[in-house]
C-alpha cells in the first residue's frame, strides 16, 4: 500500500474515532435532560394527586395550583424535544462513524489486493477457467444449486449471439464473458447469491436487474420483439419478459465465487478487465461501449409514456405504520404514536399534500391519521405468517371502500411486514426508504423536510404531544423502513 493510500485509510479512521466520540456526548446530554424531565413530571404528578386527598384545600387554590404545574409542563416540552432530538442526532452520528469505518475498512482491503500481484491473477484464472459453470435452464428448473450466500458471479455468453465488441480474451468452450455482478453489496445486508441469479437475472424483470435491462436492449438491436413498457408508476420491464427467459437459459452459462466481501472483488475485476465487459459500467468508466450503453438505457427509460389515463385521475395517498412507543391516554393517531421516527415521517407525509395520510395499526387495521383511538399492545412481529395475511385482507378490503387501487399512488413509509401482502393488490406504489436503516432513515425524512420547509417557506408539520421516546435495544429485522421502531 502506497504512503498517500495509507493516509487517506488513516484519516478516515480519525474521523470515525471523532464521529463516534461526538455520538456519545450528545447521548450523554440527552439521557441527562431526559432524566431532568422525568423527575419534574414525577413531582408535578406526585403533587396533583396529594391535592385530590385533600378535601379542605380550598378549590380556588387547587385550581391556582393546577395551572401553575400546567405551564410548568408546557414549560418541559422543549427541553423533551430537545432531549429527542439528540437522541436523532446520536443515531445519525454513529450511522456516519459505521460508514467511515466501512469505507476505510474496504480502501485498507481493496488496496491490499490491488498490490498483491497473485490476488488479480487469481481473478483472471478464475474468469479465465471458472471450476464449475451451470447452464441458465439448469438453474431456472432447480434453483437450490445455488447457494444462499454473498459472492461474484460471472455471466458467459454464446458468441456472436449479441451485437458487442470482439471479446476473444475470456471465451470459455464458445461462450464469452460479457458480464461480472456481486450478491450482497453491503456487509450487514441480506441479499445472496441465490435471490439476484435465480430470482432476479435468469427470471425477474428489467426493473430488478441491469442485466435483463442491458441484453433486451442489445436484442432489440437485432430484431427480438422487445418493447420496453411501464407498469404502474415508475416499475419499467420488457413487453415479454417470458421471452428474455428463454432467450437467456438458451444462450447464457453463469459461474459464482463465494466471498463475503464481494463488492471489493468486483471493483478489481472490473478495473483490471472492464476494457473486457461491454455490460458492466460502474467502475468502468472508460469503457465507451458500455457507457454508451448506460446512456441509451436511461434515454429509453425517460421516453417510457405514462398511462394517459394515470394523469388525470391519480389520488395520492400516504400509509404509514404504526410504532410501539405510545402516549398512555387516548388521542388522535397522529398524536399517539411518539417515535421520533413516526413524527419525521407524518411531517414527510403532509409535505407531500398527499389526498389522505393513513396509519397501519397492528389492532385497528387502517385508520385515519386523525381518528381517536386507545393506546394498546398489539405487533405484527407476534403474528404467524396466516394472522398476518388475514390481516393485511382486511385493510385492503379498507383500502378499496377508501381508495382505487389500481389507479391512485401509495406512498408506504412502513416496514416489509406491513406491505408485504398488499403490494400484490395495488397498481402504483413507491418505497421512498427501502433499504435504509433507522439512523439512515431519520437522516432521509430530515433533509427532506428541511427542504420542504425552504420551499413553502415554513414546515408542514401537526403539533403533537412531545413525550421522550424509549429506545427500543434489538437488531433491525431486514434494515428497512420502519423496521426496529415499528410494532
Known amino acids: 500500500m502506497g504512503i498517500f493510500q495509507k493516509n487517506k485509510v488513516k484519516r478516515l479512521q480519525r474521523k470515525a474515532i471523532k464521529a463516534n466520540r461526538l455520538a456519545e456526548k450528545t447521548g450523554q446530554s440527552a439521557r441527562d435532560a431526559i432524566i431532568r424531565t422525568d423527575e419534574l413530571v414525577a413531582e408535578f404528578k406526585e403533587i396533583d394527586s396529594d391535592l385530590k386527598l385533600i378535601p379542605w384545600f380550598r378549590p380556588f387554590k387547587r385550581l391556582s395550583t393546577r395551572r401553575h404545574l400546567e405551564k410548568v409542563r408546557v414549560l418541559l416540552r422543549p427541553a423533551q424535544e430537545d432531549a429527542d432530538l439528540k437522541y436523532e442526532l446520536a443515531d445519525e452520528t454513529k450511522v456516519w462513524a459505521s460508514e467511515i469505518e466501512l469505507s476505510a475498512e474496504t480502501e485498507r482491503i481493496y488496496q491490499q489486493l490491488t498490490n498483491n500481484l497473485n490476488d488479480v491473477g487469481s481473478i483472471s484464472k478464475w474468469l479465465l477457467d471458472p471450476p464449475k459453470k451451470y447452464y441458465a435452464r439448469d438453474l431456472r428448473k432447480n434453483k437450490q444449486l445455488i447457494p444462499k450466500a454473498k459472492g461474484i458471479y460471472a455471466w458467459y455468453f454464446v458468441r456472436g449471439e449479441l451485437d458487442v465488441p470482439n471479446n476473444s480474451y475470456f471465451s470459455v468452450d464458445g461462450f464469452e464473458l460479457l458480464y461480472v455482478g456481486i450478491a450482497g453489496k453491503k456487509p450487514e445486508g441480506k441479499g445472496n447469491l441465490r435471490s439476484r441469479i435465480g430470482s432476479q437475472h435468469i427470471t425477474g424483470n428489467a426493473e430488478g436487474s441491469s442485466l435483463r435491462f442491458n441484453l433486451g436492449i442489445l436484442l432489440r438491436r437485432k430484431g427480438h420483439p422487445l418493447v420496453l413498457k411501464r407498469k404502474g408508476l415508475k416499475r419499467i420491464e420488457w413487453s415479454d419478459e417470458n421471452y428474455l ?19 471489493i472483488v468486483e471493483r478489481l475485476a472490473v478495473e483490471s478487465y472492464g476494457h473486457l465487459l461491454p455490460l458492466n459500467y460502474e467502475h468502468n468508466e472508460n469503457n465507451i461501449f458500455s457507457q454508451n450503453l448506460k446512456n441509451e438505457r436511461s434515454e429509453m427509460r425517460s421516453q417510457v409514456p405514462l398511462k394517459g389515463r394515470q394523469r388525470v385521475s391519480m389520488k395520492k395517498h400516504v400509509l404509514i405504520s404504526c410504532v410501539s412507543q405510545k402516549l398512555d391516554h387516548s388521542a388522535k393517531a397522529k398524536d399517539l404514536y411518539t417515535s421520533p421516527l413516526f413524527r419525521m415521517g407524518y411531517r414527510y407525509a403532509k409535505s407531500l399534500k398527499p389526498n389522505n ?31 398476518v395475511k388475514e390481516w393485511s385482507e ?11 387501487l389500481e389507479r391512485d399512488l401509495f406512498v408506504f413509509l412502513a416496514g416489509e411486514k406491513y406491505r408485504k401482502y398488499l403490494l400484490p393488490h395495488i397498481e402504483n406504489y413507491q418505497i421512498p426508504m427501502e433499504g435504509l436503516g433507522i439512523g439512515e432513515q431519520l437522516s432521509w425524512l430530515k433533509r427532506r423536510t428541511e427542504r420542504a420547509g425552504s ?32 410494532e
Open 245 to 263: 427467459t428463454d432467450w437467456i437459459c438458451n444462450n447464457a452459462v453463469v459461474a459464482w465465487l463465494e466471498h463475503k466481501r464481494p463488492d
Open 455 to 486: 420551499k413553502n417557506g415554513s414546515e408542514s408539520q401537526d403539533s403533537g404531544t412531545i413525550t421522550r421516546p424509549t429506545k427500543k435495544k434489538g437488531k433491525v429485522q431486514d434494515g428497512t423502513d420502519y423496521e426496529g421502531e415499528a
Open 357 to 387: 395520510v393513513f396509519v397501519l395499526s397492528a389492532k385497528h387495521g387502517l385508520i385515519s391519521s386523525s381518528k381517536v383511538i386507545e393506546p394498546y399492545n398489539v405487533t405484527l412481529n407476534d403474528m404467524k405468517a396466516v394472522d
Open 394 to 404: 382486511g385493510v385492503l378490503a379498507q383500502l378499496r371502500r377508501h381508495t382505487d
